[in-house]
T-cell receptor, first 116, second 113 residues
């Protein structure tokens, strides 16, 4: 597709359940990023992939959060034992590469996660 | 730790007004600063990107300035229109982790017809 796509657009789950959020980056983009945006706040960095490997996962809040990108394209953010505090919009972005300051990140529409 | 602050948090103006949104950051060791627009339920749209060596960037009715030494940027919107209503976010890219954007909390703008 022309832009970054994310599925689902909305996800409602119950506390304690497992969820997966999917991101399809722009074709040919090797770098992929996940951010989390809580209500009334700006996005916060979670994790960044260069190719298949997680180059920096320092933003993941705890070990309930995990992300993969097995073939260097689509990425899945996985959250185990969801808590009400995980409710937020999860944004994915991609860029051609990551090493240059000139590489612009293009954002998807986000997945709104609500944990009841 | 880099902190990005945006003032005001919300702004309501009548159509046609010129307005200024403010962004400040605590560590001046940045590669660049970027302004985004976010519409409800949608992702972020990049408006302007200013490299650290630049002082300003212009696109149509938008003008963004950067004063790296004082840790400030402004986004100037001329002749505002109702279609400009959105949340405006600024983000910096630091030199020691240039892949990561650090965002402010945004300014919610409402332009009244």
């Amino acid at each position: 597709g022309a832009g970054v796509s994310q599925t689902p657009s909305n996800k409602v789950t119950e506390k304690g359940k497992y969820v997966e959020l999917r991101c399809d980056p722009i074709s040919g983009h090797t770098a992929l990023y996940w951010y989390r945006q809580s209500l009334g706040q700006g996005p916060e960095f979670l994790i960044y992939f260069q190719g298949t490997g997680a180059a920096d996962d320092s933003g993941l809040p705890n070990d309930r959060f995990f992300a993969v990108r097995p073939e260097g394209s689509v990425s899945t953010l996985k959250i185990q034992r969801t808590e009400r505090g995980d409710s937020a919009v999860y944004l994915c972005a991609s860029s051609l590469t990551a090493g240059s300051r000139y590489n612009e990140q293009f954002f998807g529409p986000g997945t709104r996660l609500t944990v009841l | 730790k880099q902190e990005v602050t945006q003032i005001p948090a919300a702004l309501s103006v009548p159509e046609g007004e010129n307005l200024v949104l403010n962004c400040s950051f605590t560590d001046s060791a940045i590669y660049n600063l970027q302004w985004f627009r976010q519409d409800p339920g949608k992702g972020l749209t990049s408006l302007l990107l200013i490299q650290s060596s630049q002082r300003e960037q212009t696109s149509g009715r938008l003008n963004a300035s950067l004063d790296k030494s004082s840790g400030r940027s402004t986004l100037y919107i001329a002749a505002s229109q109702p279609g400009d209503s959105a949340t405006y976010l600024c983000a910096v890219r630091e030199m020691d982790s240039s892949y990561k954007l650090i965002f402010g909390s945004g300014t919610r703008l409402l332009v009244r017809p």
